[in-house]
């Protein structure tokens, strides 16, 4: 199997501009979640899907942070419009409804 | 308020001797707990899972502790190699009914030296 796979692998990008980054999750995997990982707050939770559907998304920091599943294969995290502080790396992970997860090589993410 | 606690100074030993990492816990009930290895530039792997009625678990030269009344988690690399230097995130686990839920701790960066 592949593992995740997220792309890009690298974004810059100025502030104000929209930001959408994608995740493939294992297949099979019925469970999918959205991480943030920075040096202050080390790996966050921001939203995790079960069976496609939105379970928990009480970690999203703000309005401007948008998360879809829109099949088993696929999601997708969107910011807009971004800002210097949404730097950071952000994983997506993803589970066979089991408690081992396992994740994607991240997305670097650097707003200006 | 919750809080999960690691070692934020990074760890240093020297080759072939045991490494110990501590995760400490407070106003958390976990259903297990696990204990990821993070390289640089790239995302956690799991590593060892021990759930809230085990006392220890091991696997290979790694062997993981949990207390739940000490809210403690230790773990253990035995015979340490350089390979092993990198960064180990402890993860408090709770299952929500639909998905299984973690919580990281902030890492503690290991470095073995020859």
């Known amino acids: 199997d592949a593992g995740v796979i997220q792309s890009p692998r690298h974004e810059v990008t100025e502030m104000g501009q929209e930001v959408t980054l994608r995740c493939k999750p294992i297949s099979g995997h019925n469970s999918l979640f959205w991480y943030r990982q920075t040096m202050m707050r080390g790996l966050e939770l921001l939203i995790y899907?079960?069976?496609?559907?939105?379970?928990?998304d009480s970690g999203m920091p703000e309005d401007r942070f948008s998360a879809k599943m829109p099949n088993a294969s696929f999601s997708t995290l969107k910011i807009q419009p971004s800002e210097p502080r949404d730097s950071a790396v952000y994983f997506c992970?993803?589970?066979?409804?089991?408690?081992?997860?396992?994740f994607g090589p991240g997305t670097r993410l650097l707003v200006l | 308020s919750q809080k999960i606690e690691q070692n934020s100074e990074a760890l240093n030993i020297q080759e072939g001797k045991t490494a110990t990492l501590t995760c400490n816990y407070t106003?958390?009930?976990?259903?297990?707990l696990q204990w990821y290895r993070q390289d640089p530039g790239r995302g956690p792997v799991f590593l060892l899972l021990i759930r809230e009625n085990e006392k220890e678990k091991r696997k290979e030269r790694l062997k993981v502790t949990f207390d739940t009344t000490l809210k403690q988690s230790l773990f253990h690399i035995t015979a340490s190699q350089p390979a092993d230097s990198a960064t180990y995130l402890c993860?408090?686990?709770?299952?929500?009914?639909?998905?299984?839920?973690?919580?990281f701790g902030t890492g503690t960066r290991l470095q073995v030296t020859l």
């Open positions: 106003n958390y009930s976990p259903a297990y």
């Open positions: 993860a408090l686990g709770t299952n929500t009914g639909t998905a299984s839920k973690l919580t």
């Open positions: 899907f079960n069976n496609n559907v939105p379970i928990d």
């Open positions: 992970a993803s589970s066979r409804q089991q408690e081992t997860q396992y």
